[in-house]
């Protein structure tokens, strides 16, 4: 049976996945797990009526909150790390030409 290793480098036999690619996936499970424990309440409440429902909106607006702020900083520091990549990627490029220009 032949496995398949076309996504593997040849000396490296470890996958890894691509750098950041848990915090889009944590805010989405913080995001999940709120509405999940929001459901749960409401099932399981001791109080009813009027008093769960603004109990329920007042901790659905601090979540939300909470989640637009742990947006927010993920949006800043995923900004602040492309703007390094690409300085990163433009100093190699530069780096290439001026060993190009040198070759010829």
Do not use: Y
Request: proline residues 3%; positive net charge.
């Amino acid at each position: 049976m032949a496995t398949d290793t076309s996504g593997l480098d040849e000396g490296n036999e470890q996958e890894h996945p691509p750098e950041g690619s848990g915090l889009g996936g944590f805010a989405v499970g913080v995001i999940f797990g709120a509405f999940l424990g929001a459901g749960i309440a409401l099932l399981f409440a001791p109080e009813r009526g009027e008093k769960t429902r603004r109990r329920l909106r007042h901790r659905l607006r601090s979540i939300r909150e909470e989640a637009g702020d742990q947006l927010e900083r993920a949006g800043k520091r995923t900004g602040r790390d492309l703007l390094r990549r690409r300085r990163r990627l433009e100093a190699g490029l530069e780096r290439a030409a001026a060993r190009a220009r040198d070759a010829f």
